[in-house]
């Protein structure tokens, strides 16, 4: 399987040589078409690692690579959603999922002659997420769960090959988390994108992830690799089997175990 | 059980009286102005107030009519002058707001000069100002525009400087550019503090243009009322004072207005209805 991000022993630190050290030595793989998902304690540099990836910060020593290309600005083949969706209120929810299209060169300078094409194509994702005839509402007219989906939609509209998600249902409660869970599930099974997740919810790593990433405390390093055994497509119904529930007390332990290192 | 539900529905219908009809929240700020009026009337009948101290509202209603011509002329003018010094402190704001609003390195920079520029009484520039330029309607201008185009420029500037970095984060992971961020996000996202600021600025601006017209002008309330004063025109003063405050409430709800129609997104409780 080919890589489609390589990050390769990789420092990062915060404010000049003095500064805190975020990660140390990180290396990890993401294949291809693959679903990654990072788990750890608190301050283990996940969001370094989000940054790292996305060419928002550069790596003091090692390399990354992401779609065979040493990442030295930020790379415009990434969507990124946040916990916070960060919808724009001025904008409706469809003009919000165009905003990406204003920005990425390859788009931009097409977007004003092919626009029906375009909101076609936003439209498609609204209905795909669930949330169809929402486009002309303004994200504050939706509830937090559906400005969650609309922030996804943003994320892919310009069909990056990789989507990189830091605890997007992080704030949400838990019918709606499961609810959009599969979401991601399906999404991902259609378009063949690459994920990186980032969460805290170690159940939620589990159900959605083909490999996990556990990191250490600060400084963050990769302390362990799973591979999620479970056959897709998954059911919500797979969190109640034992094997499941096995792996994420496994996790659950490793992650425990890190945050006392520290 | 019909009987009963029959004669509630009767005596509900024609309950409602004449004080219930009334939209008593509408008519308060009317009813509260004249409640002022009446106190101030029944203050100066009570203590025997001599006109030259404190004049009734009545003699201040009277003066206005007597003196119509220079009154109408003075106040036109103080509008004139503020409402032209409030435009250049709008265009003027708005772009040092957003320049100072544009890197940290410039916030840092020009931040503390603003403060301490605005921390000087404008009254203590209008002298310059008129070996600048003479006395009249310039120095009156420039000292409205002085006083008020600070609030505007720290009010573009904030609403910039404050774009949440996650934002900012998804849009340069696209590979946006500073002039993408702010025209895409930085600019719309000041706007409801821009047009928030003009109506602290534009209350400014009449202090501005008053002060400048009472101590170098001829023309003017401020110049009206301060010669009013040296004749013992004590009424004139009050008119000429009850003038700004009309022009001042019409510019500000001019503003409100303004506010209300151009960042409706901004009131969401009010639109989400």
């Known amino acids: 399987m080919s890589h489609l991000v390589t990050i390769d022993n990789v420092d990062m630190r915060y404010g000049g040589a003095a500064g805190t050290l975020a990660v140390s030595g990180l290396t990890m793989k993401v294949g291809k078409g693959e679903f990654a998902a990072v788990v750890g304690p608190s301050g283990c540099g996940k969001s370094t690692l989000m940054k790292l990836v996305t060419g928002l910060h550069i790596p003091q020593s090692g390399v990354v690579i992401v779609a065979d290309k040493q990442v030295t600005k930020p790379v415009s083949i990434v969507g990124m959603a946040f916990q916070n969706p960060t919808m724009l209120p001025w904008r409706t929810t469809l003009d919000n999922i165009l905003l990406p299209l204003e920005i990425v060169e390859r788009h931009r300078h097409r977007l004003r002659a092919n626009k029906k094409e375009y909101v076609e194509k936003a439209e498609h994702l609204l209905e795909t997420v669930g949330l169809k005839g929402f486009g002309s509402k303004f994200p504050w007219q939706l509830s937090g769960g559906m400005q969650q989906r609309a922030n996804l939609c943003r994320a892919l509209i310009h069909e990056p090959e990789l989507l990189m998600l830091d605890e997007p249902f992080g704030a949400l409660d838990a019918f709606t988390r499961e609810e959009l869970w599969c979401v991601i599930r399906d999404l991902h099974a259609a378009q063949g994108v690459t994920i990186v997740l980032v969460t805290h919810d170690l159940r939620e790593a589990t159900f959605l992830a083909d490999r996990i990433f556990v990191m250490s405390a600060r400084p963050g390093k990769v302390l362990k690799e799973h591979t999620v055994p479970f056959a897709r497509p998954r059911d919500l119904e797979v969190m109640y089997e034992k094997a499941f529930n096995d792996m994420v007390h496994e996790l659950h332990g490793e992650i425990a175990s890190a945050r006392v290192v520290a | ?273």
């Open chain 2, 1 to 273: 059980m019909s009987v009963v539900t029959g004669n509630t529905a009767a005596s509900a219908t024609p309950a409602k009286s004449l004080a219930q009809r009334i939209n008593w929240v509408k008519l308060a700020p009317w009813l509260y102005t004249i409640g002022l009026f009446v106190l101030w009337e029944l203050l100066v009948i009570v203590l025997q107030t001599p006109p030259t101290i404190l004049p009734a509202p009545s003699r201040v209603f009277q003066a206005i009519v007597q003196y119509w011509s220079p009154i109408w002329k003075n106040s036109l003018q103080t509008l004139y002058t503020t409402t032209v010094g409030f435009a250049i402190a709008v265009v003027a704001g708005l772009a040092i707001g957003l320049f100072i609003g544009w890197s940290k390195a410039i916030y840092a920079g020009l931040y503390p000069l603003m403060i301490g520029f605005n921390a000087i009484p404008k009254v203590a520039l209008v002298p310059i100002l008129v070996i600048w330029f003479g006395i009249g309607a310039v120095p009156a201008i420039l000292t409205a525009f002085l006083i008020s185009f600070f609030p505007i420029v720290v009010n573009v500037a904030t609403g910039l400087a404050t774009i949440e970095p996650e934002t900012e984060d998804v849009l340069r992971a696209l590979g946006a550019k500073k002039l993408d961020i702010m025209l895409k996000v930085g600019i719309p996202r000041s706007m409801p503090y821009f047009f928030g600021s003009l109506k602290v600025a534009i209350t400014l601006a009449f202090v501005g243009s008053v002060v400048s017209e009472t101590v170098a002008s001829n023309y003017g309330l401020g110049n009206m009322m301060s010669s009013a004063q040296s004749q013992f025109n004590v009424p004139l003063v009050f008119a000429g004072l009850l003038m700004l405050a009309v022009e001042g409430i019409a510019m500000y709800a001019l503003m409100a207005w303004i506010e209300r129609r151009m960042t409706g997104w901004a009131h969401r409780s009010t639109m989400s209805q």
